[in-house]
């Protein structure tokens, strides 16, 4: 993704406007992760095709459309708002569950490449290698440590804040500055690059439908731009200077990407490629040509701390999102439960379950590399259903609430959301059929199997928001619940000469009386 972990870019308010650099930084910390590197690696000089397709189908359209719909719906809710005013609650609430537990479905990912990076600082490679591909060392690593973050986050704000600093730098800025001017220097140097370097490498073969299929995990990359959207208002004329920065920062990612990709196809041949090792095998192999092989276990240790560090803090990031929209109708009262910090405990342990049995995949299917695959797969797959809702809605409020005050707006009209918006639903809408079909370069066991876990649970999880939501009652809602009604829910009531209370709960949407139903 960028993964879910580098989405730690959410900065504190600053009294003077934010410049073109600055916000074109944030957005590339923001997304920047070199956990799926070696995936992309596979496909050598072609992986430059799939990055930029990601970019113009994927990375700017959520920046844009983002933009717009955090500065016109500014109230609480996030994407639970904007698909809530496009398409009512029902939606709304799909949308939002599915961010929270697609960051659960990512956690054992993240920490399987933490837990792989750990196994890296002995002295002896090959002995290494092995450890990292035991699946009950896996295991034991990603329970241990994801519970320790849980109680971390139990402490509140301020105690995980000070684990998780400076993990987005030492974890990943520092190592891709490293392994891009190493890998780079090994090609200068006169080394066999394990790629073929030539302009007809560069677009793929698309009479091997399998080439296809992995890439599709590419877009989930780029995933987390929407983060910073939120800061559209605070920057210094958004309307010309928001496109130029995003700009920037989609060069500057997909530049990191590009080349931090090539950097570990010159040095790992195409077969030896490992999904969860690679990265490490890479630097190793580096370090010994640099003759520094002491940075080895240093580096794994590194990559180690930018991982911990961001899954300390996205914890309980979307879980608080969660509680609002729980406070607000959506949940039982048990699970709005917060401790003394403001925490979403129960929430919280939920989500601590959920990650432990997923995990638990890791010692039933056939290797550490397929439960891998399939845990990626589905955050991708869970993801993109937030974003086909979130690109749907954008170009539906066109209509829908065209008066709408929008500090940032697509430019070109009705025809430039349609342009950007449509770009980024079709792109989105065709990694998410890719994400279902088992790549050949892994092995996961029966490949009926594959499809059937993902399918299996991607409709559980799709159908579970629906029977919540139909088991909703009116006295879920907390007293103390601030979510303002939906746009459509108070020009109803106004109608009607009546305000709903803060935080009631929303009629569905076949009932309300919307702009767009009007019409």
């Not at 060069?251 to 950097?263: C, D, M």
């Not at 630097?283 to 930018?306: N, S, T």
């Not at 550490?368 to 955050?379: H, K, N, P, W």
Request: glycine share 8%.
């Amino acid at each position: 993704m960028t993964d879910p972990l580098n989405k730690q870019a959410a900065s504190p308010p600053s009294i003077k406007k934010l410049g073109i650099g600055t916000v074109a930084i944030m957005n590339i910390v923001a997304v920047v992760s070199l956990r799926g590197l070696p995936a992309e690696a596979e496909y050598g000089l072609s992986s430059i095709f799939y990055y930029l397709f990601a970019a113009v189908f994927f990375l700017v359209p959520v920046s844009l459309v983002a933009a717009e719909l955090a500065t016109g719906w500014s109230e609480k809710g996030g994407i639970f708002r904007w698909v809530g005013e496009a398409f009512g609650p029902k939606l709304a609430f799909l949308a939002m569950f599915m961010l929270w537990i697609e960051v659960t479905v990512w956690f054992p990912t993240a920490l399987t490449f933490g837990a792989v990076s750990l196994a890296f600082i002995g002295p002896d490679q090959r002995w290494d290698e092995a450890l990292s591909a035991n699946k009950y060392f896996i295991l034991c690593i990603v329970l241990g440590i994801y519970w320790l973050a849980t109680f971390i986050a139990f402490r509140g704000v301020a105690t995980f804040a000070k684990v998780s600093k400076w993990g987005g730098i030492i974890g990943t800025i520092v190592p891709a500055i490293i392994i891009i001017v190493l890998g780079f220097s090994y090609l200068f140097g006169g080394n066999t690059p394990q790629i073929k370097l030539s302009m007809d490498e560069v677009i793929p073969d698309f009479t091997n439908f399998d080439n296809v299929v992995l890439a599709a995990s590419i877009f989930l990359f780029y995933a987390g731009m929407e983060m910073n959207a939120i800061h559209v208002s605070e920057v210094e004329n958004p309307k010309r200077n928001y496109p130029i920065a995003i700009m920037l920062s989609a060069i500057g990612t997909v530049l990191i990407f590009v080349l931090g990709t090539l950097a570990i196809a010159f040095v790992i041949p195409q077969a030896d490629i490992n999904l969860t090792q690679s990265l490490l095998v890479a630097y190793d192999d580096m370090f010994k040509w640099a003759g520094l092989e002491w940075l080895g276990p240093v580096i794994a240790v590194a990559l180690a701390v930018g991982v911990l560090a961001g899954v300390v803090t996205w914890v309980a990031g979307p879980s608080s999102g969660l509680l609002v929209v729980a406070k607000a109708g959506y949940l039982p009262r048990w699970w709005q439960h917060t401790n003394k910090n403001g925490m979403a405990t129960h929430v919280l342990l939920v989500q601590a379950v959920l990650v432990s049995l997923l995990s638990v995949l890791f010692v039933v299917l056939p290797s550490v590399q397929a439960v891998y695959q399939i845990l990626s797969q589905l955050t991708v797959i869970l993801y993109l259903i937030m974003y086909l809702l979130m690109f749907a809605a954008a170009i539906y409020l066109r209509y829908s609430q065209p008066t709408r005050a929008r500090p940032y707006r697509i430019p070109g009209g009705a025809a430039g959301m349609w342009i950007v918006g449509g770009a980024g639903f079709i792109g989105s809408l065709l990694a998410f059929l890719f994400s279902f079909i088992p790549p050949s370069q892994i092995s996961v066991g029966s490949p009926s199997m594959y499809v059937g876990i993902l399918i299996g649970l991607t409709l559980f999880f799709c159908a579970l928001p629906f029977f919540i939501y139909w088991m909703r009652k009116p006295a879920w809602r907390a007293p103390d619940s601030d979510f303002a009604p939906f746009t459509w829910q108070a020009a109803a009531a106004g109608a009607s000469g009546s305000i709903p209370p803060m935080g009631a709960v929303a009629a569905p949407p076949a009932s309300r009386q919307s702009p767009a139903s009007k019409s």
